[in-house]
């Protein structure tokens, strides 16, 4: 019996070292000793922030109606105020758009709130960014195939399918 443990105390000892000589070595030859660095911007392009909001109370939106349906920017208003948006205006858009669900016209700093915004029209909108939009609001324009807004189910959903803010054209993120 003292020969067995012996035996166990020098594997379990050599396996200790070897372990021990490995982490110090590891640790030595690291080449990542910093945290990575933000890169900034190529020149010329505009930084945008594709940051998903905390809450839906955090994104500001003027719905407008694109039908002949009257009183349907007003109806749509009071859903997205029931799940907690700030609504700021409801109106009339000058051009009808029968053909579409939504569209979406939103600037540098609200992408990943439009990101949010897509998945409450189940992804079935058509975005507008504008790069030299320079507010925090975001423009829902709400078209003729309009039905209504996705359960809080079915957005979670969507925002799972839709994954990170594509970048537009021109643009980087403001964060990494």
Known sequence: MQLARIRAIAIISTLAIIGITLAVITLNRDTQSEAPVAKSCPAGWVPVDDTLPDSES????????A???PDLARNVAADFTNR???????GNEKKAQPDIVAELRYGPKTVGAAQLLK??????????F???????TI????GGQFKQLATPTEMRQAVAALGRPELPEGTCAEKP
């Open 58 to 65: 955090q994104v500001k939106i003027n719905v407008y109606n």
């Open 84 to 90: 907690k948006f700030k609504v700021e205006k409801t």
């Open 139 to 142: 423009d829902v324009i709400i």
């Open 119 to 128: 998945a409450y029209f189940l992804n079935d909108v058509e975005p507008v």
């Open 67 to 69: 039908t002949s349906t």
């Open 130 to 136: 504008d790069i030299k939009r320079e507010n925090d």
